[in-house]
């Protein structure tokens, strides 16, 4: 069991009896230490005081401990010492509950054990409730994106059909003469790529690696004869782009997470780590690098 303020309640009590009628079994009172004053002795007279009225409901001897002021933690270096059938978090009705906010319990259950919740909902309604979180399987896939020209792209997130044509409208409005593409994978109802762009070479270069990528609600867009920093302010007050993840025209990867819901990107790596830090003739040299290409007085 895991309690602090609601160790000794009659609903958690309640519970400890029924349970010990159905089948013989022993219980541990795990009291966290309080977050907010972990040097304090609140948890040892949380124990003093519940084990007691834990003991006489339960029909036998229950053992206590003190843990972690991190509950989770607490919970996972008791499991690690010893073997439980099942972890019970008796916690404060869920309005004003801070370990339900944290969502404690799904996160117990994912260590694997079948996890009950104990809350008194309402003075007269106690609720109890079995909370089964079964491990789900996760495929990392890392995706090289095609750019055999080395061309500018922008890789990002957005969300509606109509994310094409809108993205297509700011790219031609941002720069004269911008040859561009963007391909975009929808995320439920036919699934398909969406593409637009006045390139057919770069619009078909989008698509293969839309198709490669296959992220729900991802996008990547090709320029040439213009630079991301000429488009991006315009694509992000585009009313369906969710975030950007790269802007860029270094060689990238993809990092790609699947699971049986589908596809998404967790990020992406586009570029070495760095060999140093710069110095006064390295900052002289971005400076003037800045000025010959007419960003800078």
């Known amino acids: ?29 795990l009291v966290p230490r309080p977050y907010w004053d972990p040097e ?35 919970v996972k270096t008791a499991l690690d010492a010893s073997s439980f059938d099942e972890v019970i978090v008796s916690t404060l009705p869920s309005h004003v509950s801070h370990w339900l906010g944290l969502d404690l319990p799904a996160r117990v259950a994912r260590l694997g054990v079948p996890v009950t919740v104990v809350t008194p909902d309402s003075p007269s309604e106690p609720e109890s409730r ?6 789900q399987p996760v495929d990392l896939h890392v995706v090289a994106v095609e750019n055999p020209q080395e061309l500018n792209l922008i890789l990002g997130q957005a969300h509606f059909i109509k994310t094409v044509e809108d993205v297509h409208e700011a790219l031609a409005g941002a720069v004269p003469g911008l040859r561009f593409a963007v391909a975009f994978c929808e995320s439920s109802g036919p699934r398909l790529v969406r593409r637009s762009g006045n390139d057919p070479e770069l619009v078909e270069l989008a698509v ?54 589908g596809r998404g990107i967790l990020g992406v790596v586009d570029g070495g780590p760095p060999l140093g830090v710069e110095t006064e003739a390295d900052v ?14």
Do not use: W
């Open 208 to 261: 293969r690696n839309a198709l490669a990528i296959a992220a729900g609600h991802s996008f990547i867009v090709f320029l040439r004869d213009g630079f991301p920093v000429n488009v991006l302010n315009q694509l992000k007050l585009v009313p369906e782009v969710c975030r950007i993840y790269c802007a860029t025209a270094n060689p990238v990867h993809v990092i790609v997470c699947e699971t049986e819901a």
């Open 40 to 74: 304090t002795e609140e948890a040892a007279k949380v124990i003093e005081l519940a084990v007691p009225l834990l003991e006489r409901a339960a029909g036998g001897r229950v053992e206590a401990a003190v843990g972690d002021t991190d509950p989770l933690v607490a």
């Open 284 to 297: 002289a040299a971005r400076k003037d690098l800045l000025r010959q290409i007419g960003y800078k007085l």
């Open 130 to 135: 079995q909370l089964t979180v079964a491990p």
């Open 1 to 29: 069991m895991v309690a602090h303020r609601t160790a000794a309640t009659p609903t958690l009590l309640e519970h400890v009896r029924r349970r010990a009628q159905q089948s013989p079994c022993t219980f541990v009172l």
